[in-house]
């Protein structure tokens, strides 16, 4: 006769309660709070306080709502006011190099909200399981293009 064995089940969470919490749309708390940290930098630009931290997550937004507007969410609407936000951060770079102060400027603070209120709009459309796909698209492209100018220098 063999030996048996009992085969131990880890109850870490609930299948169930998983599948449906990742089909969902992503909970509007969570978003609000994404909200409430890039306003909170972009208001800390606009006041002539930014910090580096600032302008990454303003960066972040950037990056992703870009990311979603290439595969088809919002492509249309989306993609002008990247163009926009990402010419006014990259001025508030050159500006925070060569005077050690963030800023942005009028038509640059315009279309970062304008960008904001996309990136809202774009995330809470899709389901949190999209949402989390997108960012880490988002992050494997970055890292792929960060590897690529390693390479090259």
């Not at 309660?17 to 972009?42: C, P, V």
């Not at 969410?73 to 951060?89: M, R, S, T």
């Not at 001025?91 to 102060?101: E, P």
């Not at 809470?124 to 390479?151: A, M």
Request: hydrophobic share 35%.
């Amino acid at each position: 006769m063999r030996k048996q064995t009992k085969r131990k089940v880890w109850a870490l969470i609930d299948p169930l309660t998983h599948a449906i919490t990742g089909a969902a749309i992503t909970q509007r708390s969570k978003l609000d709070q994404l909200r409430m940290l890039e306003y909170s930098a972009l208001d800390a630009i606009t006041k002539g306080q930014g910090t580096i931290h600032d302008w990454r997550t303003l960066v972040d937004v950037l990056n992703l709502s870009e990311t979603m507007a290439r595969n088809g969410i919002g492509k249309d609407e989306v993609l002008p006011v990247c163009q926009k936000a990402q010419e006014a951060l990259h001025q508030a770079a050159l500006r925070f190099q060569s005077t050690k102060r963030m800023g942005l400027s009028g038509e640059g603070i315009q279309s970062i909200r304008e960008l904001i209120q996309y990136a809202d709009l774009q995330q809470s459309s899709i389901s949190r399981s999209e949402f989390e796909k997108y960012i880490q698209k988002t992050k494997n492209y970055i890292k792929s293009n960060n590897d690529l100018v390693t390479e090259i220098t």
